[in-house]
Every structure is written in C-alpha cells, then in structure tokens.
C-alpha cells in the first residue's frame, strides 16, 4: 500500500499475537508513524510481552510502552486465573458461546488506554486487530462493539469539543480468516517466529499445539502449505 | 428514595471528593448495594485516595477496591503532572475551554475499570459523579459522552451479546449546581468533612481555598448559609 499521509502518528495495540503483529505491519503500509502499546495485564504467562518487544523492534516503532493494569483483581478469565484452558477443540466448538478465555471488558480498557494516549500524541488513528471471524465469541471483537467504542471517543477528548479531526478505530484484520491475515502479514515481511499466541505454553515458551489459538494458527499455516515458524523454532 | 430493588449490586466510582461521595449515598437510596472503586493513578497528592477510604467508611459499601493504573505516562495534565493549577478564577474564567487539570481520556478509563468490575459482579448499574454544570469544560463529563460509553458498553461484554439486562450508566449529578449537589448529600446524611476537593492541598491536607475546586465548593456553602465542614476540619 502507498503511504498517503506519511508520518502521521497512529497507536497500535501489541499483543505480541500473529493478528497484533501482523496489524502494527498494516499501519506502518499505511503510512503512519506507529506507537504500540502493550499491556502488563497479570498474564499467567510473559511470553507474550517477550514477543511484543521482539515483534516492535523487527517491524519498527516510533515508541513501544507497556502500561501495567490489574485486571487480575477483577477475576474471571483462564487468561489471568487459575482456569484450565480448553484443548484439541473444533472449529465449531471453538465458535460456541463466550469461550472461558474471555477478559471482562478487556478490549475497552485497552482502547481506552489507546485513546488516551492517541490525544497527548495529537493523534487521530487507533489500530487494533481484533478478528470478529474466528474469535467469533467475544463480545469486544465485533464490528458494531468498535462502531459504539469510536461514537464515544469522539465525545470523549478535546477533539470532540473542539471539532478536530475525527478519530478513528482501524480495525485491518474484523473480516479476514486467519489465512488471509498470515498471507497479508508475510507480504508485509512480518516474522512470524518472533510472535506469541498460545494460550498455555510450556516452560521455555513453546506452544501447546493444541488450545484454540495455536490450533487456529497451525491449522491456517498448513492451509498455505507451509509450517508455523513458530513450531520451528520450538522444535515442536 | 425509596429502595425499588433492594441491594441489587452497582459499582460506584469514588474519588472521595464532595460529588461522589454524594454519588454513593445516592446509590444507597436508589436501595443498591455499592461496590465503590477507586483509582491510585499518580495523583500529586494522596489526600484523595485517604478520603475515598474514608468515605466509604462512613456511608458504608460492600466492598471498596482502588485499582492502580498509571496515566502519568501518558502526561498532559495539572493533577498527574508538574503544571501549575490556576488560583483565585472566577467562574467565567472557570467555564473558558478545556482546564489544564483536565487528564486525557480518564473518564473512559474509569468507567471501562467500572464495567470490568459490574460485569464480573453481575451488576448492570454503575454511578459516576460526572456533572456537566461546573465543569463545562471537561469533555467527558458531558451527558452526550455517558449515553456513547452507556451504548458501547451494552456491545462490549456478555450482557450485550446473550440479551440480559440492559446496563446503565447512572449520572445522578450530571445537571445539578453545586448547591443542590450538597443539599441533597446533607439531607442523605454525608459528612463532607470527610471529602476532599482541592488541586493543591497544604503539606497536611488543608485545602488551598483558591483552586477551581475550592472556589465552587466555598461558594456553595455560603450560599447555603453554612460553611464547608473542611474548612472547619482544617481551621482554614
């Protein structure tokens, strides 16, 4: 994609995930000067904000920070108590209902944080990579959750009062199975080994193979005809 | 007020200043049982937060948490940051623009902590004591800005997608003066003496009496012919 407004800042939530990573890759083609954000939320495991570290300084960032926020005290989710994750489930029992892994009102905060952010920057354009196809599920992935989120940050900040530009919610990944967003990212030159998204890794860090995410994942990289770098480099 | 659904659980967001700790009795007399939150987010002082305590104490909540988050880093603003708080304006000078204390995005942030909690209590009511009279100023404080995050809200967690209650975002200040905002907490039994307003208290705690936030509330006690119980508390 050719860059139209070069260097215009944007902040782009980093997870350190395939779908993050391959978002922050998207804003940078679309021309602007990326801030990612991460966020110290009490995972279980800190693979993930290693992968987000890793994943900023390969495709590059203006500024990468990580806000620590408690959401552990709030309870309620595999991803931050003790709950056992599902395994070796299929598609369309991955599909069904809310899935345990679901963090209470996880994606407002984080877009919150990003809003918050965006207006010291004087910046206009949010990016998030959430996915409404295969994490169906979730309540804060779905298109007309972000619609609302965007109506409210714009009578949220001074450029509401003040009638600035517009802000918007870039959302470059809501409509497309995880073969599209692989095949976008590795266009983009994403390194997909340097990313994290399983939900209950071993010791050293190596995916599980077998929760939604890493089954999610693996299953598109076979689609492509090719092999998780990921799994390559864990020698699993 | 006469209890219509007697202790139905509602998160109140409890800064201990005079507005929310009158936000909170009027939780209690809408008959709620008030989970009251607070946030420790690098306020220059910590008065507030011994108030909040305080508060909470006094008219009584189930539980009383204060979530740690850290907006200093994102800066911009006279009560996170080293900018001076204006003295001794009047209230046209008050109404003018955007305040220097105003802190990016807070509003948003608190009320996305709100509804982490509400959801994970099963609550669908939540109280802010945003008011839109004397702080005309602050985008989020504005009734268009509570009906967005109130409809966002209602997409952003279980509630919205399995079809319970519809959750509210109660802003029982947000039209009041200030004069009617402490009738109606004296008449519901607050101790403002307990409260505490002001942007840059004495080494003690001793409000400074010439912020914005002293001004409005020594101004309202006059008119109501009394004097503000901290002025008292603090010989000042």
Redesign the interface.
């Known amino acids: 994609m050719t860059p139209n407004t070069p260097d215009k800042p944007a902040v782009v939530l980093l997870s350190g995930g395939l779908d993050s990573a391959t978002t922050l890759a998207i804003a940078r083609a679309d021309g602007c000067a990326p801030y990612a954000l991460s966020f110290d939320y009490g995972q279980r495991h800190r693979f993930e904000l290693e992968a987000a570290r890793a994943v900023a300084a390969h495709l590059g960032v203006v500024e990468h920070?990580t806000?620590?926020?408690?959401?552990r005290?709030?309870?309620?989710s595999a991803l931050t108590a003790d709950i056992d994750v599902p395994k070796d489930r299929d598609e369309s029992q991955m599909s069904a209902g809310?899935p345990v892994t679901?963090?209470?009102?996880?994606?407002?905060?984080f877009?919150?944080?990003a809003?918050?952010?965006a207006?010291?920057l004087g910046s206009v354009d949010i990016y998030i990579g959430v996915n409404a196809v295969d994490y169906s599920g979730y309540?804060?992935c779905?298109p007309?959750?972000i619609e609302?989120?965007e109506?409210?940050?714009n009578?949220?900040?001074?450029a509401?009062?003040?009638g600035a530009a517009r802000l918007t919610v870039h959302t470059p990944l809501i409509d497309l199975p995880k073969i599209d967003i692989i095949r976008r990212g590795l266009d983009l030159g994403v390194d997909y080994g340097l990313t994290h998204s399983c939900y209950d890794p071993a010791d050293d860090g190596a995916p599980c193979t077998r929760c939604d995410s890493c089954r999610l994942r693996i299953a598109a990289f076979d689609k492509l005809g090719t092999t998780d770098p990921l799994l390559i480099k864990h020698h699993v």
Not at 73 to 76: T, V
Not at 102 to 109: D, E, F, K, S
Not at 155 to 158: D, M, N, Y
């Open positions: 920070r806000a620590a926020i408690d959401l005290a709030f309870g309620g809310i679901y963090v209470p009102a996880r994606n407002t905060i877009l919150a944080y809003l918050a952010w207006e010291v309540p804060d779905r007309a959750f609302a989120f109506a409210m940050a009578l949220a900040t001074r509401g009062v003040e």
